[in-house]
């Protein structure tokens, strides 16, 4: 029987260098954000909100055209957290 995971983090790898670490409770909710924020937008110097909503009061904005690359991992319940 296969797992469930528990929630998805994304990896976002940025120009410069820079990556970043959001999180999302089902992939669904990624592909959602994915396509109706991210795609449509690519190639835009404009601002987009990346959603992150295990941290109270935190927001992270991004330019679109910045994101070089991204990276979806599963979490399981029983998996180690890294630091």
């Known amino acids: 029987m296969p797992r469930t995971p528990d ?3 994304v990896h ?5 260098g820079h990556r970043e670490e959001v999180r999302f409770t089902t992939i669904q909710e990624f592909q959602k954000w994915y396509s109706s ?3 449509p ?4 110097n404009d601002f987009i909100s990346v959603p992150i909503k295990n ?4 927001y992270m ?4 055209s910045s994101v070089l690359a991204i990276r979806v991992e599963p ?9």
């Open 7 to 9: 929630e998805f983090a």
């Open 41 to 44: 937008k690519a190639t835009s």
């Open 12 to 16: 976002i790898l940025l120009a410069g």
């Open 55 to 58: 941290i109270q009061g935190e």
């Open 75 to 83: 979490i399981f319940g029983g998996s180690v957290e890294r630091f």
């Open 37 to 39: 924020e991210l795609m």
């Open 61 to 64: 904005v991004v330019r679109p």
